[in-house]
């Protein structure tokens, strides 16, 4: 589940253009992804219709998908005010995809956010076929840092759209084939091929929080990629390709995508009310991994091992304890002495992304029960999750 090494450029990252240039780029090290805020919001509900291009069972090539689904692809272009050193403008280029024929775009928000800068203009560029393109203005619907999602609508009298349809990215399998398409290093429309080498992953938004359940692939991703899907080999999107692990900042075979899912709950909230809210339980945490609860006698060897607590917040009002001894295992710190949290309603939490997880299926106001192992005994709380704060 750990990666070692650099996540550069937040998404194959997107590409910047201009005499100030917007780097969009991560570095991340994800050793430090379990010290996360549980992050949730309200699951929508969508339609995942498959279009006629799906084949079940047998799956389609590469270049069947391309051919059936790059219309829906597109090339998002965003203009920056003054962002740079001296307050010059910027631009920078990413890739995106239609969910709708109401014109609805899925990108990534560090694809049209800088830092919180929003874009002043968002041009959206849709493939043609063969060198011919069209150029249409697109509205910045809304922006959901803490998942890098962001919504874009364009005019649907304006452009002939060919929506991609939505898959299941709970139901990805390791080893499966996809392709990426997108606008890699701003070279347009291509497509790369490869398969899920990994799910579970966590990936770092562009605001420091956990995006859970993220997908790992070998298919090239470079920046230009950001925001474009990863398709499946039935011709559904079960990703946004968001990152790469690289150590020169180039494709090494290890690209990330933001899961579908959690794409498709962004988009509903943003559609209905501009914005995205997540349940908040108001604690940090770190995996309890067997070695770690071997070493201090624990009696679970598992769990979401509770650091802190933050004053006033749901889990402090429900009783959950933080630790009060830190120490350093293997150079990194851990708080003990604190609660372990193993299950979550019906669900074991083996991990603290494990919590994540679950409570990316809650919104804020849903009372949950948490079973904690404190002092070698097991007890369980209630938890009425509140609205994660806007500075977190």
Do not use: C
Request: glycine content about 14%; overall charge negative.
């Amino acid at each position: 589940m750990k990666l070692k090494g650099f996540l550069a450029g937040l998404a194959g990252g997107a590409v910047a253009a201009a005499a100030v240039v917007l780097l969009l780029v991560f570095v991340l090290d994800l050793e430090e992804v379990d010290q996360t805020v549980v992050q949730a919001a309200q699951t929508p509900a969508v339609s995942t219709a498959p279009p006629t291009v799906v084949r079940e069972g047998g799956g389609l090539t590469p270049e069947e998908i391309y051919r059936s689904l790059s219309g829906g692809v597109v090339m998002i272009l965003s203009e920056f005010d003054g962002v740079g050193q001296f307050g010059q403008n910027g631009q920078a280029l990413g890739t995106g995809f239609v969910v709708d024929e109401e014109g609805y775009v899925l990108t990534n928000a560090h694809v049209v956010d800088e830092n919180g800068q929003r874009a002043s203009r968002v041009t959206v560029v849709f493939n043609q076929g063969g060198s011919e393109s069209q150029r249409v203005p697109g509205q910045l619907v809304g922006v959901d840092v803490g998942s890098d999602v962001a919504v874009v609508k364009v005019d649907p009298d304006k452009v002939d759209l060919s929506p991609l349809p939505l898959g299941d990215s709970d139901k990805v399998r390791v080893g499966e084939p996809v392709v990426a398409i997108g606008n890699p290093l701003g070279y347009d429309f291509s497509i790369t091929s490869g398969i899920v080498s990994a799910t579970g992953r966590s990936l770092e938004a562009p605001n420091g929080q956990t995006i859970p359940n993220g997908i790992q692939t070998d298919a090239a991703i470079n920046q230009g990629n950001s925001g474009g899907p990863l398709i499946d080999a039935n011709g559904r999107v079960i990703g946004i390709n968001e990152q790469i692990a690289s150590s020169g900042g180039g494709n090494d075979g290890l690209g990330f995508a933001v899961p579908i899912n959690t794409a498709i709950r962004s988009l509903e909230q943003i559609k209905t009310t501009g914005k995205v809210t997540y349940a908040w339980m108001g604690v940090s945490l770190r995996t309890l991994t067997p070695d770690i609860a071997g070493m201090f006698n624990m009696k679970t060897q598992g769990g979401a091992l509770v650091q802190a607590v933050s004053p006033d917040s749901p889990a402090a009002k429900a009783g959950i304890r933080g630790g009060d001894q830190t120490v350093t295992v293997q150079g990194q710190d851990f708080t003990i002495g604190g609660d372990v949290i193993v299950k979550a309603d019906d669900t074991r939490i083996e991990s603290a992304d494990d919590l994540i997880a679950f409570l990316g299926t809650k919104k804020p106001g849903d009372t949950i029960t948490v079973t904690v192992e404190r002092d070698g005994k097991t007890q369980d709380l209630k938890v009425t999750l509140a609205e994660r704060p806007s500075d977190l």
